[in-house]
C-alpha cells in the first residue's frame, strides 16, 4: 500500500454518493484507503477487499508470534539442537 494522499484520499460522504464508481476505481487502482468525511470529520475508512484480506492476514500472524514473544519473555525457549533431538525421540526418526 503506498503512502497516504489526502487530497485524493480524503473524500466526503456526498462525494462517495455523487463518485461512487470513480471513488471505488480510485480505491482499487491505488490500493490506497479513502476516508470518508462527515460534517468535516474523519467517519469511515473504505478499503480494497485485497488491501483488508492482507491486514487481516498481518493480524493474525501477529496474533500467533504474540505468545511466542511471551515465551520468549519468559525464557521459555531451548536450543535449536535441544529441539530436533527431542523431535526426533518423540516422532521415532
Known amino acids: 500500500m503506498s503512502a497516504l494522499s489526502p487530497s485524493e484520499d480524503i473524500r466526503s460522504v456526498t462525494d462517495l454518493k455523487r463518485h461512487t464508481r470513480e471513488i471505488l476505481d480510485h480505491i482499487h487502482t491505488t490500493g490506497r484507503p479513502v476516508f470518508l468525511t462527515v460534517n468535516g470529520r474523519a467517519d469511515s475508512v473504505l478499503l480494497d477487499v485485497k488491501e483488508y484480506e492482507k491486514l487481516i492476514h498481518a493480524g493474525n500472524i501477529a496474533r500467533l508470534l504474540a505468545s511466542a514473544e511471551q ?10 539442537h535441544t ?7 518423540d516422532n521415532a526418526i
Do not use: A
Open 71 to 80: 515465551d520468549v519473555e519468559q525464557g521459555k525457549t531451548r536450543s535449536f
Open 83 to 89: 529441539f530436533i533431538q527431542e523431535f526426533k525421540r
